[in-house]
């Protein structure tokens, strides 16, 4: 079953006065299109929300980086570690976000898009398979790049369980809190 974006998550992909962001924040629809309505300002609160999880995202990755630096033509152990961190991470933020969170605009595009975005990367991961490559260790771009798709599956698998678990966790307490109150109350009654 497709995901089907809310309509004025549409509108803005259409290209009218909307900012592009994430489908699932409800955009509520502008009076005017003047650019200081209240929608353009929580457009961009949404947008620094964005950019200040891709600053911290970006200064962590930088940091890992420098404490566990990669040697030359060796397999790219802290990239592959960052991006598989990087799927639990967002695979539990997910089902957080979804399912225990209150709800909120600013906390998937602060730590999903902008932290998880600008950790993880994709394009190092290209790049390191393709020195690799060039240099002629077959077996280690192979193992970076099949490992990376079934480490980060897993990483993500194992996200959404431990998040469902959670989840699964605090309804059994919710439930059994709520057996106990009746007894509770019949019980000082």
Not at 40 to 63: D, N, P, Q, W
Not at 107 to 118: E, H, K, N, Q, T
Not at 156 to 183: D, F, Q, W
């Amino acid at each position: 079953m497709a995901h089907k974006p809310q309509p004025d998550a549409e509108a803005a992909i259409d290209g009218n006065h909307h900012l592009p962001i994430d489908p699932d924040i409800r955009i509520e629809p502008a009076e005017k299109t003047h650019a200081h309505t209240p929608e353009r300002h929580r457009h961009e609160r949404v947008l620094a929300a964005i950019a200040i999880g891709g600053f911290l995202g970006g200064l962590a990755r930088y940091e890992i980086g420098l404490t566990f630096p990669t040697g030359h033509g060796t397999f790219p152990a802290t990239t592959f570690a960052i991006n598989v961190a990087g799927s639990f991470i967002l695979a539990l933020l997910t089902v957080f976000v979804l399912e225990i969170l209150p709800p909120t605009r600013y906390v998937r595009p602060l730590l999903g898009v902008g932290f998880c975005g600008a950790l993880t990367t994709f394009s190092t991961w290209m790049l390191d398979a393709d020195r690799l490559l060039g240099a002629h260790h077959y077996g280690a771009a192979m193992g970076d790049l099949l490992g990376s798709l079934a480490a980060g599956l897993g990483a993500t698998s194992l996200g959404l369980t431990v998040g469902r678990a959670i989840v699964a966790h605090r309804e059994r307490k919710r439930e059994r809190a709520a057996e106990r109150e009746p007894a509770l109350v019949r019980g000082g009654a």
